[in-house]
């Protein structure tokens, strides 16, 4: 299932998962929501150990900037024209 939500928020916690060993980890939760929106569509959430958000940070980055690089590639192929 898919959906743009307009905003997004990121926060340690409060959901956690056992460790081998005992103990908790706690979980980065990451919150996909409407704000404003006329027809706004259900929280979406997404709970995720650190070293997997930490790993979807880098991932997010280097999609942002590709996108960014394209759009003014883009933009400047119209310029020239």
């Given at each position: 299932?898919?959906?743009?939500?307009?905003?997004?928020?990121?926060s340690?916690?409060?959901?956690?998962?056992?460790?081998?060993?005992?103990?908790?980890?706690?979980?980065?939760?990451?919150?996909?929501?409407?704000?404003?929106?006329?027809?706004?569509?259900?929280?979406?959430?997404?709970?995720?150990?650190?070293?997997?958000?930490?790993?979807?940070?880098?991932?997010?980055?280097?999609?942002?900037?590709h996108?960014?690089?394209?759009?003014?590639?883009?933009?400047?192929?119209?310029?020239?024209?």
């Open positions: 299932m898919s959906g743009y939500r307009s905003e997004i928020k990121a340690a916690g409060p959901a956690r998962t056992g460790r081998v060993g005992g103990g908790a980890l706690l979980l980065v939760r990451v919150r996909l929501f409407d704000c404003g929106a006329d027809d706004p569509q259900p929280d979406a959430y997404c709970d995720l150990r650190p070293r997997d958000a930490r790993h979807l940070a880098f991932e997010l980055l280097g999609a942002a900037e996108a960014e690089r394209q759009t003014e590639q883009a933009s400047l192929g119209r310029q020239t024209r």
